[in-house]
């Protein structure tokens, strides 16, 4: 069996992920016989268990890609999303207590100040409108620029550098160059940091750490290309998937916190992966996983998996989906989930209070799914009011 990458419904997993078992085989493009582990059980105990490896440069690719074999070309200092430990635990290590839940409930003001401006300015600019590009996309932009201390002034040079290293489809050369040009990007960031600090995470990094440049400017570009493409595609498909059930955003302002934790499980982002190798033979699920074989575990099945969540492909906003992986599970578990909590539930609250007749601009069909990408989500959500 291959990969299912194809969607009939835009809000539901991959057609036929539902009926597999939570373990089975894959066919990977490349000829190496792999698995594909579905089951929340089994995506938890892969994401879990350190005998299963993080690092790039083992994995095999689940899809084809024009991006080839990059993997030892981005196992570089900082990389700490493609380590094992002890390296991933000396770089998570230093950035756990900037992400904690109570620094980010101390920008909360901060992130509903800039909802409610983006909110404005849509009013302003008046029907139709593209949600993505005048709302889901610039929030979490500007919130991690601030973060890190990134002039929100250049987003368009790291936007369109992050949108060719998300494509599926974008080639290996284009992958490098957009790289080199956020790894250019970032260093003229740190060396006027080091010269300014200020209150930043850069700056704290570099005043309170023992870090190289290189280390900091790949700590920085991750946290730059995670920080908004995530979110933003996860703001605007869960909008999308309320405008087509008007019922359920009453129930979103009757508890937003579990609303988001709904939406989260239900529409879950990771369009491909993410993948481990196991280091040695490992037995799950009556099945033996063998040294060097590639697990690609699939986040939006095992959020639907019935064994979990009672009735799982319904979208109950009054659900408590404690358990969701959304955000993976493990030691590489998102660094920024709180962050993104606080942006969505900001968001989609906000959102619907100013436009309650918020609507499609468009039927249904025109709009364009984010199935290209490694995160999914659309690519333009036309809405008028």
């Known amino acids: 069996m ?70 030892a070309d981005l196992v570089r200092p900082g990389m700490f999303v493609h380590m094992d430990p002890p390296d991933h635990t000396r770089y998570r290590r230093l950035l756990t207590g900037r992400f904690t839940v109570q620094r980010m409930r101390w ?41 890190l201390g990134v002039p929100y002034a250049d987003r368009e040079r790291f936007q369109r550098a992050s949108a060719l290293v998300m494509r599926n489809e974008s080639t290996g050369g284009e992958v490098m160059e957009a790289y080199v040009s956020l790894y250019a990007f970032l260093g003229e960031l740190v060396a006027a940091k080091r010269e300014e600090p200020a209150d930043d995470l850069v700056s704290g990094l570099l005043a309170a750490d023992d870090l190289t440049d290189e280390e900091l400017i790949n700590i920085s570009l991750l946290l730059l290309i995670a920080g908004h493409e995530t979110t933003a595609n996860m703001i605007s498909l869960g909008a999308y998937r309320l405008l087509t059930d008007p019922g359920q955003v009453g129930r979103l302002h009757a508890d937003p916190a579990a609303a988001v ?64 992986l959304a955000f993976g599970h493990g030691i ?33 069909e025109e709009v364009t799914m984010r199935t290209d990408m490694l995160v999914y989500g659309v690519h333009r959500l036309p809405v008028a009011w």
Do not use: M
């Open 261 to 324: 934790e709904e939406l989260l499980r239900y529409l879950s982002i990771a369009h491909i992966g993410p993948i481990r190798v196991a280091l040695e033979d490992v037995e799950l699920e009556g099945e033996i996983i063998g040294a060097g074989e590639s697990v690609t575990v699939s986040l939006p099945a095992a959020n639907r998996d019935p064994a979990r969540f009672d009735d799982p492909d319904r979208l109950d906003l009054g659900r408590h989906a404690s358990g969701q």
């Open 332 to 364: 590489h578990q998102c660094l920024g989930q709180q962050l993104a909590r606080i942006e969505l539930r900001l968001a989609y609250t906000a959102l619907f209070r100013r436009f309650p007749g918020l609507r499609l601009a468009v039927p249904p």
């Open 107 to 147: 920008l909360e003001p901060r992130i509903e100040k800039l909802t409610e401006a983006h909110l404005d300015a849509l009013e302003r600019h008046g029907p139709p409108a593209d949600l993505v590009t005048e709302f889901a996309l610039p929030i979490p932009s500007l919130v991690i620029c601030e973060l």
């Open 2 to 71: 291959t990969l299912p990458t194809t969607r009939t419904d835009p809000f539901d997993p991959p057609d036929g992920l539902g009926a597999l078992p939570p373990l089975s085989r894959l066919a990977y493009p490349d000829g190496h016989l792999g698995w594909l582990a579905t089951g929340h059980a089994a995506v938890r105990a892969v994401l879990s268990d350190p005998r299963f490896s993080s690092r790039t440069e083992l994995k095999h690719a689940p899809v084809l890609s024009g991006q080839g074999d990059l993997g």
